[in-house]
């Protein structure tokens, strides 16, 4: 059975540091653009970053460039989101999302284009 798996979230101060992982179970990854969306409470969920399956050409939302960073291992089958310096309003359930067609040099964070999804990792930033 295939399966999106985030792991990695947790409670953080501001200013602090999370680093979130996405893993494909029973199938690979590699050949697929891979999203980054959240979801705060009483919010629609956002894109926040993606990366490309050719490439690795990456995109992040306005809000979090500069300071999350995504990335891929193809030998773990994981994707990687790097954050640093959190914020209170990074405080969101976390979603990895594999896109629906095979990836090419560039990514979207459009939730249409992605059709496998994690059960998302909560991220509380707060003092």
């Known amino acids: 059975q295939e399966q999106v798996v985030e792991s990695g979230g947790g409670l953080v101060q501001p200013g602090g540091s999370l680093k979130l992982s996405c893993t494909g179970s029973g199938f690979t990854l590699d050949y697929y653009d891979i999203g980054w969306f959240r979801q705060a409470p009483g919010k629609e969920r956002e894109g926040v970053s993606c990366?490309?399956?050719?490439?690795?050409?990456?995109f992040y939302e306005t809000s979090v460039k500069g300071r999350f960073t995504i990335s891929r291992d193809h030998a773990k089958n994981t994707v990687f989101l790097q954050m640093n310096n959190l914020r209170p309003e990074d405080t969101a359930v976390y979603y990895c999302a594999v896109a629906r067609d095979v990836g090419g040099r560039y990514c979207a964070i459009v939730e249409s284009e992605y059709d496998k999804w994690g059960r998302g990792t909560q991220v509380t930033v707060s003092s």
């Open positions: 990366i490309s399956a050719a490439e690795h050409n990456t």
